[in-house]
Nanobody, 130 residues
Framework: QVQLVESGGGLVQPGGSLRLSCAVS????????IGWFRQAPGKEREGVAC????????SYADSVKGRFTISRDNAKNTVYLQMNRLKFEDTAVYYC???????????????????????WGQGTLVTVSS
């Protein structure tokens, strides 16, 4: 079955960088859409970035645009989230999700709620603190 495993979280100072990884297994094709979400304490899970299945086009939430970059390495079946110029408000548990509908959910252009997406990882904690 499809499994997603996130890694790369940790403690970082404001202005610092981290790279998160989402290792994907159990898929039979490179053509899958992946999204990154995050959930801060006491807040709703929100979409951060996604990469499409068809042409690897990427999309970002306004709050991270210009600071975060999503990419994939098909040889490693891994999707990355490079996070630069981190801010206190980026502190959250970060999750990756695999589902054909993930990009509209990340961008909020569909009424489909995030918990309808099919495959999720267990999350990795990012703490931005001085």
């Amino acid at each position: 079955q499809v499994q997603l495993v996130e890694s790369g979280g940790g403690l970082v100072q404001p202005g610092g960088s981290l790279r998160l990884s989402c290792a994907v297994s159990g898929v039979t094709s490179y053509y899958y859409a992946i999204g990154w979400f995050r959930q801060a304490p006491g807040k709703e899970r929100e979409g951060v970035a996604c990469i499409s299945s068809s042409d690897d086009s990427t999309s970002y939430a306004d709050s991270v645009k210009g600071r975060f970059t999503i990419s994939r390495d098909n040889a490693k079946n891994t999707v990355y989230l490079q996070m630069n110029r981190l801010k206190f408000e980026d502190t959250a548990v970060y999750y990756c999700a695999l589902d054909p509908r993930v990009c509209p959910v990340v961008l909020g252009t569909t009424p489909i709620p995030w918990h309808y997406l099919e495959h999720w990882g267990q999350g990795t904690l990012v703490t931005v603190s001085s």
